[in-house]
């Protein structure tokens, strides 16, 4: 993505609501172009409040609010399904806190 990205993109992107691929890349953008960054804090900025907060392409923060369904533990159990979704629901599995995974 070599142009400035949308203010659209920047909402969505502010809420998690774009495709795998538009969202990796304006994550790539929006952390490589001052002023794409720029606008995305103003994107955040409502939502966050006046305090300091980050942004991060590591995967644990893009995975954090996912869930697994249902389907989804039957595909891990059969050991059916795809290196790239283990890998994610690995990164899910891992960050969850104890509580939710049933370790009181």
Known sequence: MST????SQLERFAVGALEVDELVSVARHTADCESCHKAFVEE???RVGSGPFGFTLDP????????????DLVH???ETVDHELKEIFDIHL?????????SY
């Open 60 to 71: 644990e923060f893009w995975f954090r609010h996912d869930h697994l369904q249902f389907e």
């Open 4 to 7: 400035r990205v949308s203010k």
């Open 94 to 102: 891992k960050n969850m806190p104890k509580v939710q995974r049933g």
């Open 44 to 46: 955040l900025r409502p």
């Open 76 to 78: 891990l159990a059969d």
